[in-house]
């Protein structure tokens, strides 16, 4: 969008650290770049000007999301985000659903210059088929494809490989080719729903029931509470001192805290690793976890950092370059329904309240106005990002400037 002279391009997005391929345009295809390649093998291609890379930019990312879903809830009767890039629409009544679907993909690049693929079917599993189709044929179909006839139905189930199936990952693809002989996504809509639940699970069946025109999925997603949070990262550079990890361990611990503040949950225990590279000699490799049993169940940052560091002071070892470091919450209990310990109250209406006010400046200012000491809001150990791309939409002295 903001760069329109590398449409036609060779582009691809590296992960974190700038480690692996991660994502790839059709012109990155072309040159034979595979989904997970290291970076350091196409370098040299990047280097004579014959690629072009780019590092992961998520707050852009997540900016653009917002907007084209924005644009879809306002067009729209009723819609579901499912991923960044994904949104479900329910068009139930509708007169013309493909009138309807080509207008939306018309405003939403007038108003954002994204291009989206639409496909329409009568439950998600097939409306899912139908935008697989719409890409794959973007030229024949203008990234909209209507699977509302059955007869459309059939020829697309009948050519599509069982693995483009939404929710039929690889490992699952490949067991139904070779245990099932089934190839394609119409031999799948023609198994026997009973023996691939038992040979499989229920989330297949169902899916093998919606490519059959059933509907079994709930059009909204809702996956309850998280019974875990973790975050893990790897370092831009190896670490060394436990002052170091220290606040590493500590940003980690306010990241997580936040995300049980918004579920509205509480934490009973954690658990705190470090490890170094595995890509090194046996001899100066090290990893190690502990879990850590918190007093009492909590969402107050303070708490739950302090616990946190005392496991890191446990599982720290000196004389090791370390690349890797994680804060993982588990055991979740929801926060208005566990009982009160007679002798620990748990976290007061003081420490509720400071939270709270401590969240909602965060949300209003932007996320790190107000942190604690110990945390690094620019950690020289952040993410390596070398070829990161400006921050069009959040930051004003990354604007886009245009000459005329």
């Known amino acids: 969008m903001f760069k329109p002279w590398l449409r036609d391009k060779p582009v691809v997005v590296a992960s974190n650290n700038d480690g692996a391929v991660v994502a790839r345009n059709p012109a990155a295809k072309a040159l034979g770049i595979k989904m997970g390649a290291p970076v350091f093998e196409i370098m040299p291609m990047v280097t004579r000007g014959e690629l072009y890379l780019f590092s992961s930019n998520y707050a852009l990312y997540q900016a653009m999301s917002d907007r084209v879903m924005a644009i879809i809830d306002e067009m729209s009767p ?189 934490v009973t225990c954690l658990q705190v690793y470090v490890r170094t590279s595995w890509f090194i000699s046996p001899e100066n490799r090290y990893g190690r976890s502990v879990t850590m049993e918190l007093p009492h169940p909590s969402a107050d940052t303070r708490v739950i950092t302090e616990v946190a560091q005392q496991g890191l002071r446990e599982v720290y070892r000196e004389g090791y370059a370390y690349a890797k470091a994680g804060v993982v919450l588990t055991h979740l209990i929801d926060a208005h329904g566990h009982t009160q310990d007679l002798f620990n109250e748990g976290d007061s209406g003081a420490s509720q309240r400071v939270m709270s006010t401590l969240d909602q400046i965060n949300r209003k200012m932007g996320r790190g106005s107000i942190r604690f000491a110990r945390t690094n809001p620019e950690p020289g150990w952040g993410m390596r990002r070398e070829y990161l791309s400006p921050a069009y939409m959040t930051d004003w002295s990354q604007l886009l400037k245009v000459r005329c």
């Open 78 to 266: 009723k819609s579901a985000v499912y991923s960044i890039d994904e949104s479900f629409v329910d068009l139930t009544g509708m007169a013309d659903p493909y009138g309807w679907s080509v207008a939306a993909q018309q405003e939403i690049y007038r108003r954002t210059g994204i291009a989206v693929g639409i496909g329409i079917g009568p439950n998600k599993t097939l409306a899912k088929m139908a935008n697989w189709a719409a890409k794959r044929w973007i030229k024949k179909t203008g990234g909209v494809v209507d699977l509302l006839d059955p007869e459309k139905q059939r020829k697309l189930l009948q050519y599509a490989p069982v693995d483009e199936v939404w929710g039929i990952g690889a490992k699952l693809s490949k067991r139904l080719i070779e245990d099932h002989k089934i190839t394609t996504a119409w031999m799948l809509a023609q198994a026997d729903p009973k023996q691939i639940r038992r040979h499989f699970n229920v989330n297949v069946e169902r899916t093998a029931r919606e490519l059959t025109g059933a509907s079994c999925l709930p059009f909204y997603d809702d996956a309850g509470k998280k019974q875990m949070i973790a975050c893990t990262r790897s370092f831009g550079n190896k670490l060394y001192e436990l002052c170091e990890l220290e606040a590493v361990v500590a940003t980690y611990a306010a990241n997580v805290s936040e995300k049980v503040r918004r579920q509205q949950s509480l």
